[in-house]
């Protein structure tokens, strides 16, 4: 996307605005299908939970790509595209049985991630084939960052427990039909990864219905110059064959599935935020735009870094800033940045802002979310009108209260 695209939409839509570009999208998404090309059936659901705008998943189920969903809503707004619910994964962590049989009834694959629900889930409807979700608990050298569903997760059932699953499917009359892994760390180490796989395939061998087995997600981009990103060509070349090989010991065919979020549409989106106010204190310039972690929260929840670029003034002289929120707490998006020179109005642009942004977003300081824009083939299209204050009031019920309270009130 170029600033002077990016600065005309700012100005036709006003500020803030996410601009998602679907061609990244694609790019990103055919990346990861030809990595896996030697995987006879491949399937990739979308997080929906990574951004959630109905033209995004109708987008997703374009390219051919199934749903990963964590909740009943987000099965609904998947429904919106038309997509068969076949397509649709349902995974989600400690939710209530009630639930998931509301999201079974509407023919979507179900995961269960615990033995309580599994065992009732089985008892009720033997006749609807699930997936369970495994926690391999893998720690590679002590290091926690690459460390796979640690053993204190609240994640995933036990490898520990597998005979107990396989109980419970022998009292139940069950099938299990797929089994699952989302470790949620950052893919870096590809060999703790195929460890972790090792141990899906054992847990698979253990079952004699299985159709597929999902390998989550947790591809990392880069968010910043130097950062390092997953090898996703490495890992396709290597788990593909590992895969291949488990499905003649099996002797099936079975589907390799994962279900990235991140990795297909961090990179497509950016967020545009306005400067109101550049404030020079003895020691720091504060930029302060008009927004704050209720639009963007990732930096202040996480700690992530974005990326920001001045779009209104590119090729100025390089200072540094602070940009900041309006919001009345401490909402730093970025310390001593440097950034071409801002002046009070110029449009910043905040990188990687497709995934966890937009669907985070609240309406704390009683602020309105943000419009969003999609570009197809480089034609803007408004798919997410900004709030007014009816939607502010939406849902709140006025209630009669004495006209004087004092009165009311006995000492
Ligand atoms: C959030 C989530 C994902 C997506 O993770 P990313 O890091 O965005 O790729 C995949 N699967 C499940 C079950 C999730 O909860």
């Given at each position: 996307m170029e600033n002077t695209q990016l600065l005309e939409l700012a100005n036709k839509y006003g500020s803030p605005l996410y601009v998602y570009d679907t061609d990244k999208i694609a790019s990103q998404y055919n990346r990861l299908t030809d990595a896996f090309s030697d995987v006879k059936n491949l399937k990739l659901n979308y997080a929906v939970k990574a951004l959630s705008n109905i033209n995004i998943l109708k987008f997703f189920k374009n390219l051919g790509a199934g749903l990963d969903t964590v909740s009943h809503q987000e099965v609904q707004l998947g429904l919106t595209t038309g997509i068969d619910p076949k397509k649709i994964i349902f995974t989600p962590n400690g939710v209530s049985l009630q639930e998931i049989e509301e999201v079974a009834k509407l023919g979507v694959q179900i995961n269960i991630d615990n033995l309580s629900i599994l065992e009732q889930f089985g008892q009720k409807y033997p006749d609807i084939p699930v997936c369970i979700r495994i926690n391999p608990h893998i720690m590679a050298g002590g290091n926690s960052k690459i460390s796979v569903g640690h053993i204190d997760s609240k994640f995933g059932i036990s490898i520990h427990q597998v005979p107990h699953i396989k109980r419970v499917v022998e009292n139940t009359g069950m099938n299990i039909n797929g089994i699952h892994m989302h470790t949620g760390s950052d893919i870096l180490d590809i060999d703790t990864f195929l460890r972790a796989t090792e141990i899906l395939f054992d847990v698979a061998k253990?079952?004699?219905?299985?159709?597929f087995i999902d390998f989550g997600s947790g591809f990392k981009v880069p968010y910043k110059e130097g950062d390092i990103s997953t090898d996703i060509e490495q890992l396709g070349l290597q788990l593909s064959e590992r895969f291949n090989q488990f499905c003649e010991e099996y002797g099936k065919d079975l589907t390799l599935m994962f279900e990235p979020g991140k990795f297909l549409v961090s990179e497509a989106g950016v967020f545009l935020a306005k400067v109101n106010v550049v404030k020079q204190t003895t020691s720091t310039v504060f930029a302060h735009v008009d927004s704050g972690f209720n639009h963007l929260v990732r930096p202040m929840m996480y700690n992530s870094y974005h990326n920001i670029t001045n779009i209104s003034n590119p090729k100025g002289r390089d200072r540094y800033y602070s940009v900041v929120g309006y919001i009345c707490e401490t909402d730093t998006f970025g310390s001593n940045r440097r950034i071409s020179e801002i002046s009070e109005e110029d449009v910043l642009c905040f990188h990687n802002a497709g995934a966890y942004c937009f669907s985070m977003a609240s309406n704390y300081n009683s602020r309105y979310l943000p419009a969003e824009v999609m570009l197809v083939n480089g034609q803007d299209y408004l798919i997410r009108k900004r709030q007014t204050i009816q939607d502010i009031l939406h849902n709140q019920e006025e209630v009669e209260l004495p006209k004087n309270l004092s009165e009311e009130v006995t000492v």
């Amino acid at each position: 996307m170029e600033n002077t695209q990016l600065l005309e939409l700012a100005n036709k839509y006003g500020s803030p605005l996410y601009v998602y570009d679907t061609d990244k999208i694609a790019s990103q998404y055919n990346r990861l299908t030809d990595a896996f090309s030697d995987v006879k059936n491949l399937k990739l659901n979308y997080a929906v939970k990574a951004l959630s705008n109905i033209n995004i998943l109708k987008f997703f189920k374009n390219l051919g790509a199934g749903l990963d969903t964590v909740s009943h809503q987000e099965v609904q707004l998947g429904l919106t595209t038309g997509i068969d619910p076949k397509k649709i994964i349902f995974t989600p962590n400690g939710v209530s049985l009630q639930e998931i049989e509301e999201v079974a009834k509407l023919g979507v694959q179900i995961n269960i991630d615990n033995l309580s629900i599994l065992e009732q889930f089985g008892q009720k409807y033997p006749d609807i084939p699930v997936c369970i979700r495994i926690n391999p608990h893998i720690m590679a050298g002590g290091n926690s960052k690459i460390s796979v569903g640690h053993i204190d997760s609240k994640f995933g059932i036990s490898i520990h427990q597998v005979p107990h699953i396989k109980r419970v499917v022998e009292n139940t009359g069950m099938n299990i039909n797929g089994i699952h892994m989302h470790t949620g760390s950052d893919i870096l180490d590809i060999d703790t990864f195929l460890r972790a796989t090792e141990i899906l395939f054992d847990v698979a061998k253990q079952f004699d219905n299985i159709d597929f087995i999902d390998f989550g997600s947790g591809f990392k981009v880069p968010y910043k110059e130097g950062d390092i990103s997953t090898d996703i060509e490495q890992l396709g070349l290597q788990l593909s064959e590992r895969f291949n090989q488990f499905c003649e010991e099996y002797g099936k065919d079975l589907t390799l599935m994962f279900e990235p979020g991140k990795f297909l549409v961090s990179e497509a989106g950016v967020f545009l935020a306005k400067v109101n106010v550049v404030k020079q204190t003895t020691s720091t310039v504060f930029a302060h735009v008009d927004s704050g972690f209720n639009h963007l929260v990732r930096p202040m929840m996480y700690n992530s870094y974005h990326n920001i670029t001045n779009i209104s003034n590119p090729k100025g002289r390089d200072r540094y800033y602070s940009v900041v929120g309006y919001i009345c707490e401490t909402d730093t998006f970025g310390s001593n940045r440097r950034i071409s020179e801002i002046s009070e109005e110029d449009v910043l642009c905040f990188h990687n802002a497709g995934a966890y942004c937009f669907s985070m977003a609240s309406n704390y300081n009683s602020r309105y979310l943000p419009a969003e824009v999609m570009l197809v083939n480089g034609q803007d299209y408004l798919i997410r009108k900004r709030q007014t204050i009816q939607d502010i009031l939406h849902n709140q019920e006025e209630v009669e209260l004495p006209k004087n309270l004092s009165e009311e009130v006995t000492v």
